[in-house]
């Protein structure tokens, strides 16, 4: 969940010592700020999120081997 290392609303990257918390099991992922955000996700938002990422890679991949053949993007 790269997309939440840093906090969106003020870019802190610390955890801990009251920066922040980043909790993560099997159906479940927080993380939460010293300014107040937080966002939690459920198993399915997690999934969902694993589908598109994927998806994501396999696009861009797709993409860097044709311009690898000379096409244009």
Do not use: H
Not at 48 to 66: G, M, N, V, W
């Amino acid at each position: 969940m790269q997309k939440y290392a840093a906090c969106p609303v003020c870019k802190n990257l610390l955890l801990g010592e009251g920066n922040g918390t980043l909790a993560v099991d099997d159906d479940r992922f927080v993380r939460s700020c010293r300014c107040g955000w937080r966002i939690e996700l459920g198993a399915q938002e997690i999934k969902q999120f694993e589908k598109d990422s994927k998806r994501f890679a396999e696009l861009l991949a797709a993409e860097t081997t044709q311009t690898k053949k000379g096409r244009q993007p």
